[in-house]
């Protein structure tokens, strides 16, 4: 395996971040400086910044996690990465992406092959949300969305939107599509402000009443369906 995924699969940092370890001459293996052509054999003593890199015993691992505002959805070493946040002790890796400042469902797991299938806009996996505006909900509004707006130079794929019932600034939105912060560009383009953003599905996954901050693993019956439907 070369030492770059080998690096990434560790858990250790993300593949990108590995490379750039290597371009900047920070890895050894057994005593000798790492290249992008390196292949790692088992019983390879491979040291990062001289801290030997421990690859943890592999065990299967999906969780759900109800990500608190402030935290980044992210395996690199910054400030309140996700990763930290959990102290889960398999090297898990968020599944997708959801923004600082935003809050609710994320999956997070060790089995990087489905990753791409959940995350991929192609494939069509719903994601929901339950969005909070600064202003009363327009019935044009929620139309407009449903229908596509146009956003970063390109219209966004038609969706299923609705009032929350008894509440006049929150409504709930399912997407097939995940460009960036899209969200809050679609509720910009109409002159709202969001002020709370939460994700409550994933695919067949829903947060239901895990507590804000918390994480806990998939059931056998999430599972299977979840990987039925990949």
Request: contains cysteine; positive net charge.
């Amino acid at each position: 395996m070369k030492i770059d995924k080998y690096i990434a699969d560790s858990g250790f940092c993300s593949r990108r971040k590995a490379c750039d370890l290597l371009e900047e001459n920070r890895v050894q293996v057994n005593g000798k400086p790492a290249t992008f052509k390196t292949e790692i054999k088992e019983k390879d003593l491979i040291m990062i910044d001289g801290q030997q890199l421990i690859v943890k015993e592999f065990v299967p691992t999906y969780i759900v996690y109800n990500k608190p505002k402030g935290i980044e959805c992210t395996s690199e070493k910054i400030e309140n990465n996700i990763i930290d946040a959990i102290g889960h002790e398999q090297n898990i890796f968020p599944v997708g992406r959801l923004d600082k400042d935003s809050e609710g469902l994320i999956l997070l797991t060790n089995h990087r092959e489905i990753i791409d299938k959940i995350t991929n806009s192609g494939h069509g996996h719903e994601k929901e949300y339950i969005v909070t505006l600064n202003l009363p909900v327009r019935k044009q509004f929620l139309r407009e969305i449903s229908e596509g707006v146009m956003i970063l130079g390109e219209k966004t794929k038609p969706c299923v939107v609705s009032l929350e019932p008894n509440a006049k600034r929150i409504f709930r939105i399912t997407l097939t599509q995940g460009l960036n912060r899209q969200i809050r560009r679609m509720c910009n383009a109409a002159g709202y402000q969001v002020i709370k953003l939460q994700r409550v599905r994933v695919v067949n996954i829903k947060l239901g009443k895990l507590k804000l901050g918390e994480w806990r693993n998939l059931t056998a019956e999430e599972l299977t369906d979840l990987l039925a439907s990949l």
